[in-house]
């Protein structure tokens, strides 16, 4: 039986597959060795824990399958040409998979009154909580761990006895402990900026937020659109004097006066002496200042690019970091869990936050908005998002072809700011049909303070690798405005190569997914051959991150869980140095079946689901009996 599996790989090392990384040949396994092993060692060594917690049991009925092995090209077109026509490809988002509420894994939660001071429970008998604090107890799932991150951290977990550590702070009557040294170390310390306040969420809702600078943009807009309309195929101005003589004269000698007088009342409120600044807005080179030039920049990446991963990116050396694209009408109406994407850590020390709308009304407001509550160094627009439900109503890739709203969206964002406004775009929308080089010169003009350019066009997504050569074009014509070039760096030659096209900085981002160390990497011009264990204290420094940012109760765990996994979906795709044949390995090679250097390597080699699950297990604990998790984005991005 063992013959085959041999010839097999034999086979494939002779001769080398299209699309797939190079291996030392005595790494290389088949499928079916590969998940035996995994799933023989894990049963093996974690046997008996795993049998006590059904963990076995619980992932092996994840409904999905195994992503089978990536078919060339043509051999997929011939057996869709065959006797299966109804086979789909599987490529972008798995749009409708399922979505357990976090709340949904407590059977039953202790009371809000329990936790703050055994105050009277305003809802009496009716409460569905618990209010015996041994009952909840004796109910609630079993510690993670010993020691409490928060506790250990800050001296005080906010989450008392709900908290998944609670052993750790909590005395045999169920008092929660605190360790005064460490509160009084802490004290006076925000290290999240940017939450949103009640007061503005329920004037956001109420409709009550003053926008003044929008509102004096948004006018000059109306008056330019009352010009053209009035103006037709002559001057707007000989048509409103030959509509009122009398009217155009008094208007010039109105501007006379003003002129000659200089008694007269400025045309704003001032206290003291009249400036410049009172009247005229903020000159470009007059924002605060932010230095772009050859930084490495980690990017905007929607789901996986939360607070706690930036946090891990930060540590391996990425210059500045920015926040997950928020939608502007949802930050408008006050959306918990938009603005939850505006979080700034203090050790973001370049940090900016990317907003996406196609109307320059919102977008404007928007802009204010995050200018007068918010503390960000820059500000970000998208209009590179391929997506269906962004593209369709415009925004996203659709403003690159609505260039006149455009304009109107930078110049208003740019009037209501304080700090510098970039903005990031692809290629064009159509495969074939550039249009970026001709948006840039217009962008200059508009005062946009960097550019961020994917060398890939919308309907292109992954298929074929970035276009560099067409980046280093642009970078030319953006000059002096600086250019950041985005797209297939997975590696510290990827960056060099990069670095020769003449661009001011360079963006990562599925790079930094798949191995997040790649900043390390580049600063210091060498490859990394992380050890697995290494590779694991980093998952366990994001889960600690996750517990202080989403909470340490179960709900807090589960989230935390979930966008782990998440990122687990990318991470796998990751293959170490020393088993590589050719070095570096590139972002579009998918990796073959393989045997790592110990059992840990392999699993986390998997690109299944439910080994996936497993190493989350290592770090947070079993998954609750109805946990279910389908990745977002599905198995087989390499095509």
Known sequence: MEKPAEESVEKRTDEAVKGEAALKPQFLTTKEKFHAFVDSEWQGSKGEKASENNRVEETNETPVEEPETKKLKLDAEEQNKGGNPDRKRLRGQNKSRPHTKPTAYDEKRLCLSVLQANRECPFGDKCHFHHNVAEYFATKPADIGENCYLYDTFGKCAYGLTCRFAKAHTTPDFKTMENAELINANEGRNAVKNSLSKDLQNSLRKRSVAFKKSEDYLKTLSNYRDKRDQQGNGDARTAEISADPAGGEQRASTEAETQASPDKQPPVKTVGPLTDVDVIKLRQCEKKPVDFKDKLYLAPLTTCGNLPFRRVCKRFGADITCGEMAMCTNLLQGQQSEWALLKRHESEDVFGVQVEGCFPDTMTRCAELINNNTDVDFVDINSGCPIDLVYKKGGGCGLMTRTRKFEQIIKGMNYVLDVPLTVKIRTGVQEKCNIAHKLIPEMKKWDVSMITLHGRSREQRYTKLADWDYINTCSKLASPVPLFGNGDILS???????????????????????????????????????????????????????????????????????????????????????????????????????????????????????????????LLGPVPKNFNFLPKHKANAYK
């Open 492 to 618: 510290y030659e990827d960056a060099m190569k990069a670095r020769e096209t003449g661009v001011s900085g360079m963006m990562i981002a599925r790079g930094a997914l798949i191995k997040p160390w790649i900043f390390t990497e580049i600063k210091e011009s060498r490859h990394w051959d992380i050890s697995s264990s290494e590779r694991l204290d980093i998952l366990r420094d994001f889960s600690n991150f996750g517990l202080e940012h989403w909470g340490s109760d179960t709900r807090g765990v589960e989230k935390t869980r979930t966008f782990m996994l998440e990122w687990l979906s990318f991470m796998c795709r990751y293959i170490p140095v020393g088993l590589l044949e050719r070095v570096p390995q590139k972002i579009n090679e998918r990796p073959p079946y393989y045997m790592g250097r110990n059992y840990l390597e392999s699993l986390m080699a998997s690109q299944h689901v439910g080994d996936w699950v497993r190493i989350s297990e290592m």
